[in-house]
């Protein structure tokens, strides 16, 4: 294949305006997605807005197309570092590994994880890159849609417009949500009848109870992930919602309510158990019904996962033997390189588990020779994956999930326990995470850059670059948005104390079982960790607000498997669960256990996200718009989302910021009727269906290229 600039043709590519722009891309959508990632528990891909970003910017200072393809490769990069951290480094807090997230040593630990894994997948796909890039086979079906979005682009007009646009809007809906101007949900305890049931006539029961109603939040990124993912993938995420919060906490709290609650209990009390239930019961039964889904998925993946695994040992061979023509655009890191990074990644992954994790020097040897292997065969499944279904497709947290169980068996077996073999199974499974999604979307952009006729090895170091600022700035938003919820829920909950007029309050009792109590002044200076156990806060990671399913689901099985305090019982009950939904033949099992994990109206914003997408194919079809108009709605569309979704991030980041370093802002103490909040959720719906209709463009205008991915 010849590609769009010839081999022996230099443009300028490897320019310092290109890396800037990939790099500051690099962070901000890398943290959008960590943002997006910790509270819907998804992520979306990055190379389509940073490939239209880097466009524009390019474009603007007169540059080349490979200064373009340059840019998105760095700028793209980012959201895989922030997929791996987030499905990982907060599996330390909820854990308890790390009782206090915000440390020096954390964030050192946290930033050598991320570098260490970055390094590691881009080193096995400089190894893998020419014989994965140039497999028939493999079609990469988004590479070839981002590289023809770039040569579309360079005959004018990039949709910079959409993006920038919905980014304002989304921004603005989320700070006047963030400052209180009408109420951002609405939620309302219907009560049961309380009754008495006979069991075979023998055994009596009361039991009282009823349903938690709650509306959509008032969230743009939800609305933009549904729209994204689309009406079929949004009822799945949904109905997970709807069998959480309509069947098993109304059951759960029928039967436990009489022998919790007091008879005359107010509303706000119903609310709490109903939401002690969630959290407590359906969450674990959630976390089996994700560990089912996710086996099953790498269950219909089997022959592609064996045929990558065959594949990738003949295919270093070749790349190691260097039997072939290096010409510009062949040209990788030299192998004494990529040898030099693998020997870096083993010698950091053995030292965090020795000096930082504690755990015996044989112990951690293993460690890092366990994820060196996984983390080789893991890079070369993922690019496999990626250059048949793409990287939105890629199952990284099912990859996670099978290197944290098999690293957590051998730990087992060498005889660690405890907090530091949790901690030791977590780091490795962290590195191999991300690992395994910087190397899917790094042979994804490598295969755009084969077509447009990018330099491999210029690509490979900008990655470098783009993994190591990543690696040193995304600790900043996980750290912010932990902290300044717990800031924020603290400030909250010292608010209603002091309207209850309370004095006195009294902590949990702590490890060895003693109960202290603080005045409400004493509890006001107590750091943001402290003030949280005291007021056992439900803030921070795994949260309502935070909820991170795959920590989550990471935390609980490294502590069951590492110490053997599994909830079994209820993680076997969410297995049979999943099982059921597999012999039902639900698309996703995984999509729906998600859905149970997340609150209500997290999964009830992107569903209506997905249906508003639903009513727009609808109207295209009503219309009778041919394919190249539906490609133009569709990539408008996608391009309108992911404005909403980074603009509410970047402004949810900014208030959180506040909320951490406890600066005041003006809040309106009594927020508007909820009438405001459905005008606010109809507007966005008008928006995402309108514009991408009202440029659908001419019937006669060729087909650009899909962002459908």
């Not at 079929?232 to 109304?250: E, R, T």
């Not at 990558?308 to 010409?327: E, I, N």
């Not at 806060?537 to 989550?552: E, I, R, T, V, Y």
């Not at 609980?556 to 590492?562: E, K, N, P, T």
Request: aromatic share 8%; proline share 4%; net charge positive.
């Amino acid at each position: 294949m010849q590609p769009f600039v010839p081999s022996d043709q230099n443009l300028r590519e490897f320019s310092l305006r290109a890396v800037l722009i990939g790099l500051v891309m690099a962070v901000v959508l890398g943290s959008a997605n960590a943002y997006l990632g910790l509270k819907a528990g998804m992520t979306i891909a990055a190379t389509y807005p940073a490939a239209v970003i880097g466009m524009a910017l390019i474009k603007l200072m007169k540059g080349t197309i490979l200064e373009e393809n340059m840019a998105r490769t760095v700028g793209s990069i980012g959201e895989s570092v922030a997929a791996g951290a987030i499905f990982t480094i907060p599996a330390f807090v909820i854990s308890g590994i790390w009782p206090k997230f915000f440390t020096a040593g954390n964030y050192i630990t946290s930033s050598l994880i991320m570098f260490t894994g970055g390094v590691l997948g881009i080193m096995f796909v400089a190894l893998l890159r020419r014989v994965m890039v140039e497999d028939a086979e493999l079609p990469y079906p988004e590479s070839v849609a981002a590289a023809e979005i770039h040569k579309a682009g360079a005959r004018g007009g990039s949709g910079t417009t959409f993006l920038f646009g919905a980014m304002g809007l989304g921004a603005g809906i989320q700070a006047l949500v963030q400052l209180s101007l009408f109420a951002s949900a609405w939620e309302k305890f219907a009560a049961f009848k309380t009754a008495t049931i006979n069991l075979a006539g023998t055994w009596k029961a009361k039991v009282a109870g009823g349903m938690l109603l709650t509306s959509p939040g008032i969230s743009p990124a939800y609305m933009g992930v549904g729209y994204i993912i689309g009406p079929k993938l949004g009822a799945l995420n949904f109905s997970g919602g709807i069998m959480a919060w309509g069947l098993l906490v109304p059951i759960i709290t029928y039967f436990l309510a009489p022998g919790v609650l007091p008879e005359g209990a107010p509303q706000s009390d119903w609310i709490a158990l109903s939401v002690s239930v969630w959290k407590f019961i359906v969450r674990p039964i959630a976390i089996g019904g994700m560990l089912m889904g996710a086996c099953f998925t790498l269950f219909k993946m089997r022959k592609s996962l064996m045929t990558g695994l065959t594949r990738s040992v003949s295919d270093v061979k070749k790349a190691a033997s260097g039997d072939h023509v290096v010409d510009r655009v062949n040209k990788d890191l030299p192998f004494t390189y990529v040898l030099g990074g693998l020997a870096f990644a083993a010698a950091v992954t053995f030292l965090i588990t020795w000096q930082i994790f504690h755990v015996a020097p044989l112990v951690s040897f293993v460690a890092a020779l366990v994820m060196v292997i996984l983390g080789f065969f893991f890079a070369a499944i993922s690019g496999y994956l990626v250059g048949i279904m793409g990287s939105s497709n890629n199952p990284i947290s099912g990859l996670t999930l099978t290197a944290l169980v098999l690293t957590a068996l051998v730990m087992v077996l060498l005889g660690v326990k405890g907090r530091e073999g949790v901690a030791a199974v977590l780091g490795v499974a962290a590195i191999v995470c991300v690992s395994a999604a910087v190397a899917g979307e790094m042979l994804q952009d490598l295969k755009a850059g084969h077509i447009l006729g990018g330099t491999p090895w210029r690509m490979e170091m900008g990655d470098l670059l783009g993994v190591a600022l990543a690696s040193i700035v995304l600790f900043i938003p996980l750290m912010v948005l932990h902290e300044g919820d717990i800031s924020a829920q603290g400030t909250k909950r010292i608010a209603e104390l002091t309207a209850q007029q309370v004095q006195v309050v009294t902590a949990p009792a702590d490890a060895n079982g003693v109960v202290k109590t603080y005045t409400l002044d004493e509890v006001k200076k107590l750091p943001a960790d402290q003030k949280k156990a005291v007021l056992a806060l439900d803030a921070g990671f795994g949260s309502k607000q935070l909820a991170a399913p795959q920590a989550g689901l990471m935390a609980l099985l490294s502590r069951g498997i590492v110490e053997g305090k599994m909830a079994w019982p209820l993680i076997i009950v969410g297995m049979m669960m999943g099982l059921a939904f597999i012999l039902m033949q639900v698309k996703s099992p995984m999509l729906v256990s998600v859905g149970m994990y997340l609150p209500l109206e997290t999964t009830f914003a992107i569903f209506l996200g997905g249906l508003i997408k639903g009513v727009v194919e609808m109207v295209g079809a009503k219309r009778g718009l041919n394919e190249a108009q539906k490609v133009r709605v569709e990539n408008n569309g996608v391009l309108l989302a992911a404005g909403l979704i980074a603009g509410e991030a970047l402004v949810g980041l900014v208030f959180a910021s506040l909320a951490f370093f406890e600066v005041k802002y003006k809040i309106i103490a009594n927020p508007g009727m909820f009438w405001i909040s459905l005008v606010i959720l109809a507007g966005i719906a008008i928006y995402l269906v309108r514009v991408p209709l009202a440029n659908a463009g001419a019937a006669d205008e060729p087909a650009p290229p899909s962002a459908n991915f």
